[in-house]
């Protein structure tokens, strides 16, 4: 049957036609190819002309036969369920005949052919593929053998998980014995496509792969020292994986590997120096990093700085010798995503951070470079020795040290360059041993902030943030006030990649410095302004982010008339710029909402238009989503990003203005939208709306009452600690509304309390949910007690726990004089957790009168019932501290 098919003559000259205009280079043209071939579809047996150029038509030169087989390609990833029987057949009959082609690029079209139909389901209904490629492997023809081999490799690369299922009846089984036979072929490329089928199993343990890890390591070790350097990266890809799947098998040869790992990051070929230099990032995690490494790390170091150089090709990439481009445009396709991170509540604890500091900040990674070739040698070294820092900590200074002299104060750039940026690799993880050579340090490096190299200013704004925590923490004219000026001068720099790292790395220092900037506002804003007129479209993004940290940073102290005068009009002027629709207005927003809670009542004169704006932002985004509900072929999805930034700039106004938001409030229709943004399906935008609620119920209160009825069991069902930053602000703002209702919550507490009950005992809650929950749940005992203190034994104890770590502050007072209300309608709940109510009382520094009075008749109430010597017994039980406290402060 295979052969009854036979092109007509016309119809074949028709199609090879087409295949020579679709490689014209105009547009038109090719615009009129795809129409045609578009209507060549309909006919059923077009895939078999297509298949016949591929495979048969030898007269045609190559690239047109690829080309046929690359559409055959698209239609059968489109169209595949609607191809005749006899035309499947066909095409399958012709791709195993056709697998050897004498033509590389006609194996390669072909194997993606195979590789296509095999992805959509077709393993299944094509039983003979897998046995038929894994016995042309035996062929003595090489084509052959390479063919099904570079076939193989897509199959298993593809469709990995489906080769390991019960459906097929577990090929692998015999395909990994198969392959492991080829690792000792006389041909490079056929050892390196066995080793690449074998390494798409390692990373899923997979059963058949397992039982032959012994071979299968044997074999790579008898590969170590392949003249291909496909083989060799594929070799260390292996011994990668397999470090972090089967470590017990590497340990007993971890003295070679490491010896070997170490050539081959030195290796002359790029890919194969990547690809071994990954081994050290993936070693750093395992437990056994340190017995492994600590005998090669003399070896080692020089090594891994010897990689953070830049090579000749990234200079190039990087127009290294571009000094001055601020006036070229950026093209766009240079910008990445930004992602917003939305407004979580959290509580101020003692150390005076918020909970920043628990949700990964990973700002400041090695992404000196991020825009070219995003992984490199040079920052897989960087990556792996910031890593090692943080294991071997002060044992890794003894073999930088020595180096770091000679490259910091190198002639040459590049070298110096990389000195640099090893001195901020090893920043976080030898800090304490670093701290000696600072002051002697920091002044070079604020030196080299005007080397005359902008990629040697570049690293340096980097890796001087690294060190900023130190700088803040000595005397602000000796370090600050110089690094400060030095930055400064770099934000206006003439070359665009200095200025976004001195951006980014301003940024930082702001953060750590916070109120210690004060002094130097002016002279800070004067450059941020001047920045904005200067700035291309990129750096703009960054600039905006440095200014709501500097907001963020400061605070109130920027709400005088002299700074508002200078930073609010560039703002404006920009905010007027933008459309509704430019992805811009997410990094203004963002802002704009630090700026107007810094601000305070100092943002009044430029509100009205902000917040109309946000409005009409949450309004249009969720109008549009009406419109692709109801017609999704008509109406695309609209990007709620915009509405999320826009609730969380509302968010910021609401608490940066409080009462004066009341009169935009009542002139708009916010609450309405609310209600809908409440129960959107996207989290994100529960998220912020349950923010914007909290906000909104502290600052005008009289216009969220009227919709509690609405609100609350919404907010009841968001309850679900899998989200944990939409419960976590639902929990908020229900503690919020009962401050505000008072004893009208009452209706509600039951919608409500056991599921935050459920919540505070859960496991492995993170700390933030848990404190709030704490509070929520004080404050509902606050104004119900009736309601709540019946339940107090289930929560007493967790309770005290989660809000012993917090500041004194409006939220853990209402909190704690809600909790001694309820012990005092229901003392018998708390009795078995006394102790711990002990604890709590005694994290107080300075509570209210009324609120100390409240905690000592609790405790002296507690003591009388238990008579002199029960309490003294109980007392014994306390650490030294906490008896030490509660006798000088209450008494007891």
Known sequence: MECQWKPDEQGLQQILQLLRESQSPDTSTQRSVQQKLEQLNQFPDFNNYLIFVLTKLKSEDEPTRSLSGLILKNNVKAHYQNFPNGVSDFIKHECLQNIGDSSPLIRATVGILITTIASKGELQNWPEL????????????????????????????????????????????????????????????????????????????????????????????????????????????????????????????????????????????????????????????????????????????????????????????????????????????DIRPRFHRSRTVAQQHEGGDSIEDEEDNDEDDLDDDDTISDWNLRKCSAAALDVLANVFREDLLLHILPLLKELLFHPEWVIKESGILVLGAIAEGCMQGMIPYLPELIPHLVQCLSDKKALVRSITCWTLSRYAHWVVSQPADAYLKPLMTELLKRILDSNKRVQEAACSAFATLEEEACTELVPYLAYILDTLVFAFSKYQ?????????????????????????????????????????????????FPLLECLSSVATALQSGFLPYCEPVYQRCVNLVQKTLAQAMLHQTQPEVYEAPDKDFMIVALDLLSGLAEGLGGNIEQLVARSNILTLMY??????????????????????????????????????????????????????????????????????????????HHLIEIINRPNTPKTLL??????????????????????????????????????????????????????????????????????????????????????????????????????????????????????????
């Open 130 to 333: 897998l046995p038929k490629l894994c016995l042309l492997l035996d062929s003595e023809d090489y084509n052959t053998c390479e063919g099904a081999f570079g076939a193989l490799q897509k199959i298993c690369e593809d469709s990995a998980e489906i080769l390991d299922s019960d459906v097929l009846d577990r090929p692998l089984n015999v395909m990994i014995p198969k392959f492991l036979q080829f690792f000792k072929h006389s041909s490079p490329k056929i050892r390196s496509h066995a080793i690449a089928c074998v390494n798409q199993f390692i990373i899923s343990r997979t059963q058949a792969l397992m039982l032959h890890i012994d071979p299968f390591i044997e074999n790579l070790f008898a590969l170590a020292g392949d003249e291909e350097p496909e083989v060799r990266k594929n070799v260390c890809r292996a011994l990668v994986m397999l470090l972090e799947v089967r470590m017990d098998r590497l340990l007993p040869h971890m003295h070679n590997i490491t010896e070997y790992m170490l050539q081959r990051t030195q290796d002359q070929d790029e890919n194969v120096a990547l690809e071994a230099c990954e081994f050290w990032l993936t070693l750093a995690e395992q437990p056994v990093c340190k017995d492994v490494l600590c005998g090669h790390l003399a070896k080692l170091v020089p090594v891994l700085v010897n990689g953070m150089k830049y090579s000749e090709i990234d200079i190039i990439l990087l127009k290294g010798d571009v000094e001055e481009d601020e006036a070229i445009p950026d093209s766009e396709q």
């Open 537 to 585: 479209h990129k750096n703009l993004l960054i600039l905006y982010d440095a200014i709501g940290t500097l907001a963020d940073s400061v605070g109130l102290h920027l709400n005088k008339p002299e700074y508002i005068q200078m930073l609010m009009p560039p703002l404006i002027q920009k905010w007027n710029q933008l459309k509704d629709e430019d992805k811009d207005l």
């Open 676 to 753: 809908q943004c409440m129960q959107d399906k996207m989290p994100e935008v529960r998220q912020s709306s349950f923010a914007l609620l909290g906000d909104l119920t502290k600052a005008c209160f009289q216009h969220v009452k009227p919709c509690i009825a609405d609100f609350m069991p919404i907010l009841g069902t968001n309850l679900n600690p899998e989200l944990i930053s939409v419960c976590n602000n639902a929990t908020w703002a229900i503690g919020e509304i009962s401050i505000q209702m008072g004893a009208e919550m009452q209706p509600y507490v039951s919608m409500v309390l």
């Open 771 to 892: 404190e709030n929950t704490a509070i929520t749940i004080g404050r509902l005992g606050y104004v119900c007690p009736q309601e709540v203190a019946p339940m107090l034994q289930q929560f007493i104890r967790p309770w005290c726990t989660s809000l012993r770590n917090i500041r004194d502050n409006e939220e853990k007072d209402s909190a704690f004089r809600g909790i001694c209300t309820m012990i005092t309608v229901n003392p018998g709940g708390v009795v078995q957790d006394f102790i711990f109510f002990c604890d709590a009382v005694a994290s107080w520094v300075n509570p209210k009168d009324d609120l100390r009075d409240m905690f000592c008749k609790i405790l002296h109430g507690f003591k009388n019932q238990a008579g002199e010597e029960n309490w003294r017994r109980f007392s014994d039980q306390f650490p030294l501290p906490l008896k030490e406290r509660l006798a000088a402060f209450y008494g007891v």
